[in-house]
């Protein structure tokens, strides 16, 4: 089945520990993205990737980092979580030109 | 890409169509008009995009007006289960396959 996943679904941490939301796709698509989601503000756009080794950044950047070293992977990184990173975060790939595929989002408390 | 205009939110009959309107006065030739739907807070869903013919498919109707500067979405017979936050999303074809999420339409279906 083609698919976007995410892991984990759930996490509560605290301030300053560093984790890792992984995301993973099976359809081969060259291009993928973060967002995350809060209320009242719809999702936006944390970094995108169009292909292996090629990340940009997009309009909420700061305090991530992504890698994309595989084409079916793209780890969203967060060095020092900080409260104001609380939110609902989703993962999408994407055939270039294509439509978008999202994963089941990761929701994400730092205490 | 153009921003776009949506009202706030709908209510519809179940069993009835559910007409969702979106401005796009700023669209430009080579634009597409996407539709995206979210249900409660699971990854957003892809429904259907048009250049300038209507399209349909086995989700939804999308009617563009001659002018392109307005569509609407049509759910032919809504359900309970098309409850959702229905995004219209304008994209270009060049660059990268991102997407600027609204704050979209909430439409609720009434029993």
């Known amino acids: 089945e083609a698919q976007v996943t995410q892991n984990p679904r759930y996490l509560i941490t605290v301030t300053g520990k560093k984790l890792t939301v992984t995301c993973s796709q099976n359809?081969?698509?060259?291009?993928m993205s973060w967002y995350r989601q809060d209320p009242g503000l719809g999702l936006r756009q944390i970094y995108y990737?169009?292909?292996?080794?090629?990340?940009d950044k997009g309009d909420v950047p700061e305090g991530y980092k992504v890698s994309r070293k595989e084409k079916r992977n793209f780890p969203l990184i967060l060095e020092s979580p900080s409260p104001n990173q609380t939110s609902l975060y989703f993962c999408?790939?994407?055939?270039?030109?294509?439509?978008?595929?999202f994963g089941p989002g990761t929701r994400l408390t730092v205490l | 890409d153009a921003k776009t205009t949506q009202p706030t939110s709908m209510d519809c009959a179940e069993g009835r169509a559910a007409n969702l309107p979106c401005n796009h006065s700023?669209?430009?030739?080579?634009?597409?008009v996407y539709w995206y739907r979210q249900i409660h807070s699971q990854g957003p869903q892809y429904i259907i995009h048009?250049?300038?013919n209507n399209e349909t498919n086995e989700m939804a109707s999308l009617i563009i007006t001659e002018d392109r500067k307005s569509s609407t979405l049509i759910l032919p017979h809504a359900t309970l289960r098309d409850t959702a936050v229905y995004y219209c999303?304008?994209?270009?074809?060049?660059?990268?396959?991102?997407?600027?999420f609204g704050t979209g339409t909430r439409l609720t279906v009434i029993p």
């Open positions: 990737s169009m292909n292996v080794e090629v990340t």
């Open positions: 999408a790939s994407a055939s270039w030109g294509d439509t978008q595929y």
């Open positions: 700023t669209i430009s030739g080579n634009e597409y």
């Open positions: 048009g250049l300038k």
């Open positions: 999303i304008v994209r270009g074809t060049t660059g990268a396959n991102n997407l600027f």
């Open positions: 359809m081969n698509h060259e291009y």
